[in-house]
């Protein structure tokens, strides 16, 4: 199971969505990207804000008419408003078509990987054995969210992950697939492969491990596991 997206702005990688090719014996079994809407809707707020400008304009209405205006200077108070309030949103909606334009998670059989922002490249490398739990937050349209727990003392700050991060986890941030397509499908995958890495590494039973990925992140218990460096900045 693969989704790949051409992205031109990253022509000089050795490999899509990678800072350097996979060594020996490592092979990606996924990729993809955040469904940009989605993301819009659920990063950005963008219904919300829709709906914030909307209840300002129609209190501007309300407020000319009070004054005893007419009906043609309401229309007209709220025309401006409304204009201003257009370029807010379809900016926030450029950026939310940016962010995932630009945005490729990789799972391979050792790692997740992250390459995420607009104008400076981030890649994050989360190997499976530092990652202590995984959930899924299921969204519209089959899309969904996977907030990933790491263990250790590896800490990624949170302006530097987000969208990409799971909400108001601020003093211990947590890196998130947002909005990927067929999302089940990927965090079964991601189960999987979790389960497998931990079984070779002899640091937890297969079956164990696969239970431990597919419950809540509050009862599943997580491999100790060496630290090893989550960022990559180039």
Same mark, same amino acid.
């Given at each position: 199971?693969?989704?790949?997206? $051409?992205?031109?702005?990253?022509?000089?990688?050795?490999?899509?969505?990678?800072?350097? $090719?996979? +060594?020996? @014996?490592?092979?990606?079994?996924?990729?993809?990207? +955040?469904?940009?809407?989605?993301?819009?809707?659920?990063?950005?707020? $963008?219904?919300?804000?829709?709906?914030?400008?909307? #209840?300002? %304009?129609?209190?501007?209405?309300?407020? *000319?008419?009070?004054a005893e205006g007419t009906a043609l200077q309401a229309l007209a108070s709220a025309a401006w408003l409304t204009a201003l309030f257009g370029v807010g949103l379809a900016i926030v909606l450029v950026m !939310?078509?940016?962010?995932?334009?630009? #945005?490729?998670?990789?799972?391979?059989?050792?790692?997740?990987?992250?390459?995420? =922002?607009? *104008?400076?490249?981030? #890649?994050?490398?989360? +190997?499976?054995?530092?990652?202590?739990?995984?959930?899924?937050?299921? @969204? !519209?349209?089959?899309?969904?969210?996977?907030?990933? #727990?790491?263990? =250790?003392?590896?800490?990624?700050?949170?302006?530097?992950?987000?969208?990409?991060?799971?909400?108001?986890?601020?003093?211990?941030?947590?890196?998130?697939?947002?909005?990927?397509?067929? &999302?089940? /499908? *990927? !965090?079964?995958?991601?189960?999987?492969?979790?389960?497998? !890495?931990?079984?070779?590494?002899?640091?937890?039973?297969?079956?164990? &491990?696969? @239970? /431990?990925?597919?419950? $809540?992140?509050?009862?599943?218990? =997580?491999?100790? @596991?060496?630290?090893?460096?989550?960022?990559? %900045?180039?």
């Amino acid at each position: 199971m693969k989704s790949m997206r $051409a992205d031109h702005e990253h022509e000089f990688e050795v490999q899509h969505g990678l800072p350097e $090719a996979l +060594p020996a @014996g490592e092979h990606v079994l996924w990729q993809g990207s +955040p469904e940009w809407w989605q993301l819009a809707v659920r990063a950005f707020h $963008a219904r919300q804000l829709a709906a914030y400008f909307a #209840t300002i %304009v129609l209190v501007r209405v309300g407020v *000319v008419l009070a004054a005893e205006g007419t009906a043609l200077q309401a229309l007209a108070s709220a025309a401006w408003l409304t204009a201003l309030f257009g370029v807010g949103l379809a900016i926030v909606l450029v950026m !939310a078509k940016l962010s995932a334009s630009t #945005t490729v998670y990789t799972i391979t059989n050792r790692r997740v990987v992250m390459r995420v =922002g607009i *104008v400076l490249s981030l #890649t994050f490398n989360l +190997p499976l054995k530092t990652i202590q739990t995984a959930a899924l937050r299921a @969204g !519209a349209r089959n899309t969904g969210d996977i907030p990933l #727990t790491l263990n =250790g003392r590896d800490r990624i700050a949170f302006l530097h992950l987000w969208p990409h991060a799971r909400p108001w986890r601020i003093a211990h941030p947590e890196p998130m697939l947002r909005c990927v397509p067929d &999302a089940q /499908a *990927v !965090a079964t995958l991601l189960c999987n492969a979790w389960s497998q !890495a931990q079984a070779l590494s002899a640091s937890v039973p297969q079956s164990t &491990a696969h @239970g /431990a990925l597919r419950r $809540a992140p509050e009862q599943a218990p =997580g491999p100790s @596991g060496e630290r090893q460096p989550v960022m990559a %900045v180039r």
